[in-house]
């Protein structure tokens, strides 16, 4: 009954078969490299006892599993061993000729629903910046007549009035410019994450002062990799701010190393996982879906740029951004391909 399908050493897919009492009998390599555990802290553990969802959604399914009847497909489920980090995938249960249950795992990103970005029309961005460049002539219009209205008004409310109405053109001038204008692409250089967190960490002390406990989770051991290390920090320092703003006490920055990742439709045999952790308030529910588009901020005064700009640079370097949040707990998870170091390709 624990004997493996043929060849399953092979395959990408992570792959487990069960013992009929619902225990692990064995996997394959990419589904143990998935989990982050060996097979041996496997094998003999109830499938059961990975599920990290509320209610439990692993149980019922291997329940109402029917022998003759079509495979059972669980949805984003989110799965942890004791002694590993959490990971989701799209979970397809089926039976063998023998009766033996089969587990096969096809991991997803944990931002639940396609990426908002990558559904943005190519024609309302093209619409996006045909209303920037329109609207930069009316500022400057707007800018000049202030300033030539301020050479003739007295008091001190006028000029006041008139210098709100200069500091806002100003402002609505430099959001159009980061629309217009994009920071064009650069070489990518060896850079250490670490030292690009470094940077970011310094940035939120001076921003924080010691409203904000800021905490480091380095995994020493990872490599060097080819990257934009001044696109990474205010990608990364936006995410930290917006953290900050969203009244966290405690913002955690952890970085591990991944084996066997799919980022899209591209696998890697090892992968940076970066995740920001903080205990604000969380996404607001009504821009969940939203979240990644450019303009949709959840502060009034805010840009809505900081996260666009964050998940173009991770596709920039041909990673992922996605988040799962709920108020106290919210997590965005950076994910890059790193190069392989000689022993880990043996």
């Known amino acids: 009954m624990s004997a493996p399908p043929p060849d399953v050493d092979t395959l990408t897919t992570p792959l487990a078969w069960l013992d009929p009492d619902g225990s692990i009998a064995g996997c394959n390599q990419a589904f143990a490299r998935w989990l982050g555990v060996g097979s041996r802290r496997l094998i003999g553990r109830p499938l059961a006892a990975l599920d990290a969802e509320t209610p439990p959604r692993l149980s019922t399914a291997l329940a109402r599993l029917d022998p003759d009847g079509a495979p059972l497909r669980l949805r984003r489920l989110h799965l942890r061993h004791p002694d590993a980090d959490e990971r989701f995938a799209d979970l397809w249960l089926s039976t063998d000729r023998d009766a033996r249950v089969l587990v096969e795992a096809h991991p997803v990103d944990e931002f639940p629903g396609d990426d908002p970005a990558l559904l943005l029309p190519s024609a309302l961005a093209a619409s996006l910046k045909g209303l920037a460049h329109e609207l930069r002539n009316p500022l400057a219009g707007l800018k000049g007549a202030a300033q030539l209205l301020a050479r003739r008004v007295e008091g001190d409310d006028s000029k006041e009035l008139l210098g709100l109405i200069d500091s806002e053109v100003a402002r609505l001038t430099a959001l159009l410019d980061q629309l217009l204008v994009p920071a ?11 030292a690009v967190l470094e940077r970011v960490l310094r940035l939120a002390e001076s921003d924080a002062g010691w409203a904000v406990r800021l905490l480091r989770d380095y995994d020493p051991s990872l490599p060097e990799f080819l990257g934009d290390a001044d696109r990474l920090t205010q990608s990364l320092w936006n995410l930290v701010r917006n953290a900050i703003e969203a009244g966290a006490g405690n913002v955690s920055l952890r970085t591990r190393a991944e084996h066997g990742l799919r980022i899209g439709d591209e696998s890697h045999p090892v992968a940076l996982r ?9 996404v607001p529910e009504d821009l969940t879906e939203r979240l990644f588009l450019p303009l949709v901020s959840g502060r009034a005064e805010g840009s809505g740029l900081g996260l666009a700009l964050a998940q ?9 951004l996605a988040y799962r949040s709920r108020p106290g707990h919210t997590v965005f998870t950076l994910l890059l391909p790193m190069p392989v170091e000689p022993e880990t390709a043996e």
Do not use: C, W
């Open 184 to 194: 064009p692409p650069r070489p990518h250089a060896p850079l250490n994450i670490h």
């Open 274 to 282: 970066l995740e920001i952790v903080d205990d604000g308030r969380g």
């Open 312 to 320: 173009q640079v991770a596709r920039e370097h041909r990673g992922s």
